[in-house]
Structure formats: structure tokens, C-alpha cells
């Protein structure tokens, strides 16, 4: 392409069948466009700088072009050109030349229009020959437009178009300078770039406004799948803080109602019942492993459970058998939304868990209300039973070592105690309970007690938004 810019192809859906389909009709329009010129190219080598028709009567041009200045035989004299009926006649009075002007110049053109949107130096050097030679505007008219109209080098363009000036006013010599001759410049120069340019602009345009609306299309198709994956999330989260919860307290009551109860048909269907609420709870976890996403992109969620909630919580517990102790310190106040879920979340999640691992353990919830933030702290005894020190809370369910950092989201083994099936694990309790503290700009933080006690302490600032907001991101860099 020697340099030239050609125009990018308008769409990257189209390369395949619609490029060849284009390729195949600019091949056909090229053909067509070179058996047009060639009549052309032969009427305008001989006129008008060669010969003139009056009234059926030829007679040479009052301004021969330049190559009938220098060659005036070429073409009979005025009393010899008399006797020809037609011009074509008169240009075989010299057959070298005739055969020249007839065929060989006219398929030459033709040729180079075949190359005009690939090497379009070929039609424009021959052009402007022709041009300065004979004052043939056909070739230079084609030339021009296909320069402008498919490339993009103004420079190389201007370059051209002065050169075709040049070739003209040499070409067809016309002192003093006349209308006729700034006529002849507008249409075979000024003409063909205006039209050329006004199709490559409307081109440019069309691709631009395809590509910017293919682009639209994929920022929209991008931002459904992550919408559809922040919801597919939320889901997984309300599903586990929700229908796990219930179904785990379900199952334990059911174990507690078989061990405690001596009719065999109340031991039998308490057996059913936690049968089946094992076989849901192990479902729900493979639903669940399908439907959680690793993106921490942050889902609309429905009104949740808040702090007022929790003497509920823990009374729902404390029914179910287990040993709570609920505190209260500070002076309790209403927290914004985010805070109160995520508290709320952090209790019913460490409750559940103590239920699951520590079972028979001692549980103590305290919430403490400082100035700017809320510590919720979850600590269970060891169970009833012990039997080693890496037995208990949070990090059991998730698959954590002692400082609460994640290994692994593989399922760890229930823990039975004293002849107890717990409920299956779900592996991902810990892992929602640090998005939410996240999400809420808090700190989680599980660790073993020496003692073989778990404890699950949250530190959640009131006003998150607000810190969030002021603080940059430290990895973003501000330049000049």
C-alpha cells in the first residue's frame, strides 16, 4: 500500500462473508468503471487539444495540448483534415500513434482503475501524464476521487491535486487566463477531491457509529452477566444466612426430641425429620456451590434481620438447648442499616456454628457500643465432649488454621459428640461472614482460645460510608 492509510473495515462481526461479499463488489464496480473510461480516455487524447468539429467539419484546435505543440504531425494539417468524415479516421492519418491513442493509452487506464483502492500511485502517475500530454480529464477525474474518497494521507492528496493543476495549465496553455481555464481546474480537480472527500467523511462516520454501537452492545451484555452474577450471589448469601440457619436449628431439635423421647413412634419420625433435613442441608450445599460467585461485586439485597432481632435469635437457641449468655454494653443507639445486618449476621452464624462443633458448650454473645463503632464478640466453650483442641467454632466449618486464615474451601468433617450427628457443612460460612464485615468496612477476626474455646470478634465502624469517602484508594495514582 506504499504508505497509505487505508480506512479500518467498519465492523469485526463482517470479516468473513460480508468482506468477501465487499472485496467482490468493489471488484465488479472497478470493471464497470474502467469499461466506462475507456471511450473517455480515447475522446479526450485527441480533443480537446487535438482536433475540433464544426459543424460536421474537422479542423486542429485553437489550443493544441502540449503533446500536439510538440509533435503537430501526429494529426493532419487544416486542408488534409478536411477529407476525413470522422475523427477516429483522422487520428490513423499516423497508425502508430492512432493504435497508441486508441488502445494502448485507454487499457493502460483501464488497467491502473482495476488497482485504484489498492495502489492507487499506478492511475494517478499515469493520469497526470495523460493530463499534461494530451489535457485528457477522464483518468485524473476517476484518480482523484478514488484517492480521496478511499485514503487518508491529506498530505500525499494535496500533493497530487497540485501536481494535476500543474499538468493542467501546462497541458492546455491558455494565455491570458480565462474562466474557461479556472472552469476546467474546478472540474477536473476541485470536483472529484470534494466528492471523494464527502464519501470517505460519510464513511468514516457510518464505522464510527457501528463500532461505537457494537461496543455498546458488549458494555450491555457485560454488565447483564454481572448483574446476573451479583444476583446469582445474593441468592447463595440468602440462602445460606436464611434457609441453612433454620433448617440446621430444625435438624438439632429433631436430635433432641430422639434422644430425649422413649415412644418409638416420636423417636421414629424425630428420626425422619432429621434424616431429611440432613439430606436438605446437603442439597442446599451443592445448590449453593453452584451458585456462589468468587467477585466481591456488591447485589441489591431485601431488608434483612437487624440487632432488635437478636434477643429472638437467642431465645430461638435457648430453646433449642443451648447455653447463651447475651450482654449488652455502651449506650446502645440505632447504627446505620449496613451495620445492623451485618451484626446481626455475625451472631447467627457464629451461634450456628458453635451448635454444629461445640455442641453442649457454653455461648456468649456481647455487643459493645463505643463511640464510633460496634464490636460484636461470639465466643463458645469446648463441647460437652472434647476431644482435641482443634475442635470448635468458625474456622471448623471453613477450613481455617488457629489464626482464622482460610486454607481451603473443602469441607471439613462433622465433629459427632456424645453419639450426636451435626448437621453437614456448607464451606462457605465464613466466607459470606467476611464479604459482609468487608462490605461493611469492619475487621473479622476468628481465633482459638487456649482453652479450646473459639471466639468470632467483628469491629464494624458507624460511619463506614463516610471513611470510605474520604479515604483514596491507596493504589490509585493521581498525576498530573
Not at 470517505?200 to 455498546?216: D, G, N, V
Not at 429472638?312 to 447475651?326: D, N, P
Not at 448437621?423 to 469492619?442: D, N, Y
Request: hydrophobic share 45%.
Amino acid at each position: 500500500m506504499n504508505g497509505n492509510s487505508r480506512h479500518p473495515l467498519p465492523a469485526a462481526s463482517e470479516i468473513d462473508l460480508s468482506r468477501w461479499q465487499r472485496q467482490r463488489r468493489h471488484r465488479v464496480m472497478d470493471w464497470i468503471v474502467a469499461l466506462v473510461c475507456f471511450p473517455f480516455v480515447f475522446l479526450f487524447i485527441v480533443a480537446p487539444g487535438g482536433i475540433e468539429e464544426d459543424d460536421g467539419v474537422l479542423s486542429r484546435s485553437d489550443i493544441p495540448s502540449l503533446m500536439f505543440r510538440i509533435f503537430p504531425g501526429l494529426l493532419p494539417e487544416g486542408s488534409e483534415l478536411e477529407r476525413y468524415d470522422n475523427v477516429f479516421e483522422a487520428l490513423f492519418h499516423h497508425p502508430a500513434f492512432g493504435l497508441t491513442a486508441a488502445i494502448i493509452l485507454p487499457g493502460l487506464t483501464a488497467w491502473a482503475i482495476l488497482y485504484r483502492r489498492t495502489k492507487p500511485e499506478r492511475l494517478l502517475t499515469l493520469a497526470v501524464v495523460m493530463l499534461l500530454l494530451f489535457g485528457n480529464f477522464a483518468p485524473i477525474v476517476v484518480a482523484l476521487y478514488s484517492y480521496a474518497a478511499w485514503f487518508t494521507d491529506r498530505r500525499k492528496l494535496v500533493g497530487w491535486a497540485v501536481a494535476a493543476t500543474a499538468a493542467l495549465v501546462i497541458g492546455l496553455w491558455d494565455p491570458p487566463v480565462t474562466w474557461l481555464g479556472v472552469l476546467r481546474v474546478g472540474v477536473g480537480v476541485g470536483m472529484p477531491i470534494s466528492l471523494g472527500l464527502w464519501i470517505s467523511t460519510r464513511r468514516l462516520l457510518i464505522a464510527s457509529l457501528r463500532e461505537r454501537a457494537e461496543r455498546l452492545e458488549r458494555e450491555q451484555q457485560l454488565m447483564a452477566e454481572r448483574a446476573v452474577a451479583a444476583e446469582r450471589t445474593r441468592i447463595a448469601r440468602e440462602m445460606h444466612d436464611v434457609v441453612a440457619h433454620r433448617v440446621s436449628l430444625m435438624v438439632l431439635h429433631a436430635g433432641g426430641l430422639e434422644v430425649s423421647k422413649a415412644e418409638p413412634a416420636v423417636v421414629q419420625t424425630a428420626a425422619q425429620i432429621r434424616d431429611t433435613g440432613h439430606e436438605a442441608l446437603t442439597e442446599l450445599r451443592e445448590v449453593l456451590g453452584v451458585l456462589r460467585d468468587d467477585s466481591e461485586t456488591e447485589a441489591p439485597t431485601v431488608p434483612q434481620p437487624v440487632l432488635s432481632d437478636l434477643d429472638r435469635l437467642v431465645e430461638g437457641w435457648r430453646s433449642a438447648g443451648m447455653s447463651v449468655r447475651y450482654e449488652r454494653m455502651g449506650s446502645a443507639h440505632a447504627l446505620p442499616a449496613l451495620q445492623e445486618r451485618t451484626g446481626y449476621r455475625v451472631v447467627q452464624e457464629a451461634l450456628t456454628n458453635a451448635a454444629k462443633h461445640a455442641p453442649g458448650g457454653p455461648v456468649r454473645v456481647q455487643l459493645v457500643y463505643e463511640q464510633d463503632e460496634l464490636v460484636v464478640t461470639v465466643t463458645n466453650g469446648p463441647p460437652a465432649a472434647y476431644k482435641h483442641d482443634e475442635l470448635g467454632g468458625d474456622d471448623a466449618e471453613s477450613g481455617t488454621d488457629r489464626q482464622g486464615n482460610t486454607v481451603g474451601d473443602e469441607e471439613i468433617g462433622d465433629h459427632d459428640t456424645a453419639g450426636e450427628a451435626s448437621a453437614p457443612v456448607s464451606g462457605f460460612g465464613l466466607a459470606g461472614l467476611r464479604e459482609r464485615v468487608q462490605l461493611a468496612r469492619g475487621t473479622l477476626d476468628v481465633s482459638a482460645l487456649p482453652d479450646g474455646s473459639w471466639q468470632v470478634r467483628a469491629v464494624l465502624p458507624e460511619n463506614a460510608e463516610h471513611r470510605h469517602a474520604a479515604a483514596p484508594d491507596a493504589e490509585t495514582e493521581i498525576g498530573p
